[in-house]
């Protein structure tokens, strides 16, 4: 499976911005894919992440309310839409992919499929 995200840039504070994903290759029906993002000298973490079995999502504190993901089953990608962004959202934002269903809590670990990431940058 590759993953190839775009849609990354520059927005400026309380802007908006669309991030996408498309998956090629072998994949897998059932599957859960998502975003995770990594700032400078910290950890890579969740976003968010929807299921493709019944579109159940699933967002990190930080960000409910103000992200939306959703998925396009017939192009099998998803999507991040980013509101009311904060200098603190400014990461390189990392579309991943694991088979079967989704963890609540996302562990980085279970996602088999990583995208090269694309750069969020919030100023």
């Known amino acids: 499976v590759q993953l190839v995200e775009s849609g990354g840039g520059l927005v400026q504070p309380g802007g908006s911005l669309n991030l996408s994903c498309a998956a090629t290759?072998?994949?897998?029906?059932?599957?859960?894919m998502g975003w995770f993002r990594q700032a400078p000298g910290k950890e890579r973490e969740a976003v968010a992440a929807i299921y493709s079995g019944d579109s159940s999502t699933y967002y990190a504190d930080s960000v409910k309310g103000r992200f939306t993901i959703s998925k396009d089953n017939g192009k099998d990608s998803v999507h991040l839409e980013m509101t009311s962004v904060t200098p603190e959202d400014s990461a390189m934002y990392y579309c991943?992919?694991?088979?079967?269903?989704?963890?609540?809590?996302?562990?980085?670990?279970?996602?088999?499929?990583w995208g090269q990431g694309t750069q969020v940058t919030v100023s």
């Open positions: 290759g072998k994949t897998n029906v059932l599957n859960c």
């Open positions: 991943a992919r694991r088979n079967g269903y989704c963890n609540p809590t996302l562990p980085r670990a279970e996602f088999s499929y």
